[in-house]
């Protein structure tokens, strides 16, 4: 049996984390508790961490009390955005990232906006000194930014900011982290490692190399095999191509697994689009009814995963709309499709029929080297795709681009193919694959096996300066207590200040991520455990233990 993720929060549009209503009523609450130590943090933070931007420093003296004129409730949001802007910061945002100018997540202008508040270095204010500003109309004041820990992408600074020259030891780490990692209810078996990302120094390890299931953190890895064979801008493309002899008009999937055929398509690639453009490139040939079929030859093997049919992935297809589900959902644990393509492609063929266009009931077919293409839909940048797939534990992105990845490196796209492919690309970029195995991309199969090391190794790899086309690895990183499968998660402390990626099956239970100490210092961490009898107790004895981590400075 395998229990699905928590995942109240629904798809972002591309590159905007959006949080839901089911954050609000957590707001106060988290924010109140981080505040006493948010001052801790910045305090110790401000004096030693390199800043990328004069504009920040003005706001950084604000973040141990509340303004004049502002309300508790703004006050609460000041204290939960500033505290998440700490770990990662400007320029990451620019390039790649769901981040504005001054290291803040849009997820928090979001929960802003949600509250009816404005506020935040971007979010619409004008500059302090007017008279008019904002300000002198009693709004409140921008929230902090937070100091650089990632410097941009591009110049001669680009690399990860140390911030005190002294490191956590390991003797400050094992002290912390023993007691923590030893309650009974991470089970039998549990494997960590801290990792300092500016130097890659490993800080602390207790069994690091062994092999275990990794659950969905499985999904770092996919996310970054997938973008280092295709690239940060990669697009999937699917298309409508008509057979000039036949009339036979063929729907190409091309492995888009956000592809919909809803009416606000949200910046996605949109079904309905592409049966409009291809109506208007039909009636141009003077044609107004045509055989229709479908093609999903891009992928190959078995389309239902190892562990059978299952609300938490539909079908693995090179052609579906909105994941084959069956409701209005866009995340999370649903009732799917038995056939994707077949689905997708009537629907395509009611889109048609709207836009004057009569076809036959589709079947499956492929398209020849011969026929034209009248119309293409692609979808957002690979690095938006990694992000929801991240943000929102989604397990059909991670498989279609596992199946991406080995149709990107020329192997054959099945499930054990994908596995191949990811593990190829993470041991061409020197990571230590010792004892990892990849049945399949998501992390849904127990039969993957990955290290404590090899994650971390990974987190470490995505903030690498010479590797920016990595870097929505870690922007994608669900934020503590404000996004993803982290929403309800962190509300007792470390709101903002962990970013990390959970896992979790029956027995199962895990996280990786980045974390800010209390001496500024970015930290990627990984934490497996095994044979766990309780998820809930799991899940905060995790939350606790990287909890410790943001506020150590551990020497």
């Known amino acids: 049996m395998i229990v699905p993720e928590l995942r109240p929060w629904r798809a972002a549009r591309p590159h905007v984390v959006r949080v839901t209503d089911a954050v609000r009523p957590r707001l106060a609450r988290a924010a109140g508790i981080v505040r006493p130590r948010l001052a801790r943090v910045s305090a110790a933070a401000k004096p030693q961490v390199v800043r990328l931007t004069q504009a920040a420093k003005p ?105 005190p020259d002294a490191l956590p030891t390991g003797t400050g780490l094992t002290g912390v ?97 592409l049966a409009a453009s291809t109506a208007t490139a039909l009636k141009k040939r003077g044609l107004t009814q045509v055989t229709l079929s479908y093609d999903t030859t891009l992928y190959a093997g078995a389309e239902v995963h190892p562990i059978g049919a299952n609300p938490n992935l539909a079908p693995v297809t090179a052609l579906s709309a909105d994941e084959g589900r069956t409701d209005d959902s866009t995340s999370g644990p649903t009732t799917r499709v038995s056939d994707p393509a077949a689905d997708a492609t009537r629907r395509f063929a009611q889109f048609l029929k709207t836009a004057g266009i009569r076809t036959t009931a589709p079947g499956p077919s492929k398209a020849t080297t011969r026929a034209q293409s009248l119309a293409t839909v692609s979808s957002p940048p690979l690095s938006a795709l990694v992000e929801r797939m991240l943000t929102n534990s989604d397990n059909d992105i991670a498989e279609a681009l596992a199946r991406q990845t080995a149709v990107a490196t020329g192997v054959r796209a099945d499930f054990d193919g ?62 503590a207590g404000f996004t993803g499968t982290l929403t309800s998660r962190y509300i007792d ?63």
């Open 493 to 555: 402390g470390a709101a903002g200040v962990v970013r990390a990626k959970t896992g979790t099956l029956t027995g199962v239970n895990t996280l990786a991520g980045t974390v800010v100490d209390q001496d500024g210092r970015l930290l990627a961490f990984a934490l497996l455990t095994a044979d766990t009898t309780d998820p809930a107790a799991a899940q905060a004895a995790l939350d606790r233990a990287a909890t410790a981590l943001a506020g150590c400075g551990c020497r």
């Open 59 to 163: 706001h950084l003296a604000r973040v141990t009390k509340p303004m004049a004129g502002q309300s508790a409730r703004s006050w609460q949001y000041t204290a939960g955005a500033a505290t998440a802007g700490l770990a990662l910061a400007a320029g990451v945002v620019t390039a790649v990232g769901p981040w504005d100018s001054t290291g803040q997540r849009t997820a928090e202008r979001d929960r802003a906006v949600a509250l009816e508040r404005t506020g935040g270095a971007d979010h619409g204010r004008t500059d302090d000194s007017s008279p008019t500003s904002d300000t002198a109309a009693g709004a409140p004041r921008p929230a902090p930014s937070a100091a650089s820990v990632l410097a941009a992408l591009g110049g001669a600074a680009n690399a990860v900011k140390s911030a």
């Open 177 to 273: 982290l023993t007691p923590l990692l030893g309650d009974p209810a991470l089970g039998a078996r549990h494997t960590a490692a801290v990792v300092d990302v500016a130097t890659g120094k490993r800080l602390y390890g207790t069994g690091g190399d062994v092999a275990l299931t990794p659950a969905s953190t499985t999904k770092i890895a996919t996310a970054v095999a997938a973008l280092s064979a295709m690239g940060a801008e990669h697009r999937l493309t699917t298309r409508a191509a008509l057979e000039p002899d036949t009339k036979e008009l063929v729907l190409v999937g091309g492995g888009d697994p956000t592809l919909t055929a809803r009416a606000d398509a949200e910046g996605w690639a949109s079904l309905r689009a």
């Open 418 to 479: 994908a596995g191949k492919a990811v593990q190829a690309q993470l041991k061409k970029l020197g990571l230590p694959t010792a004892g990892a195995r990849f049945k399949d991309g998501s992390g849904l199969d127990r039969e993957d096996r990955l290290t404590a090391n090899l994650l971390t190794a990974l987190l470490v790899k995505a903030a690498d300066a010479t590797r920016p086309d990595l870097r929505p690895v870690l922007t994608g990183l669900p934020v």
